[in-house]
């Protein structure tokens, strides 16, 4: 279930592909050390075992001290139940990491984490 919420932080639309991304999404829209962020930023692409592979990320956190963090959102990630891709997440965790980026994968659990913004999240389903 996809949609788009208005983004004060951004002044426009943004878009969101599940809930989780949604909710998600406003977590980046109140945190203050985030200045700004996009969903689905770039594609790249590498090669992967001899395949040429791509990657999209959910988002990209724009911190307000200049960092930069590529966020990818699952509603659960187990790495030994795929391993291809989470060889191909691996791959480019590293082309951030060389890029001076950080990346990390949350997790519908971390997303709806006790204390996790709950009371400015409540249009987002509970767990």
């Known amino acids: ?38 969903e689905q930023p770039h ?15 959910d988002r990209e956190d724009r911190f307000a001290d200049g960092r930069i963090e590529i966020v990818e959102v699952k509603d659960k990630f187990e790495a030994d139940k795929d ?7 691996s791959y480019f965790a590293e082309v951030y990491d060389r890029l001076g980026w950080s990346f990390r994968i949350t997790t519908r659990e971390e ?12 249009f987002c389903p509970s767990r």
């Open 83 to 89: 391993p291809d891709y989470t060889a191909k997440l």
């Open 111 to 122: 997303i709806f984490a006790p204390g996790s913004f709950e009371k400015s999240m409540s």
């Open 1 to 38: 279930p996809g949609g788009l919420y208005y983004s004060q932080k951004m002044g426009r639309l943004v878009g969101h592909e599940s809930e989780n991304e949604k909710c998600d999404l406003y977590r980046a829209e109140v945190r203050t050390d985030i200045a700004s962020y996009w």
């Open 43 to 57: 594609t790249i692409e590498g090669p992967i075992l001899g395949k040429l592979r791509r990657y999209t990320p």
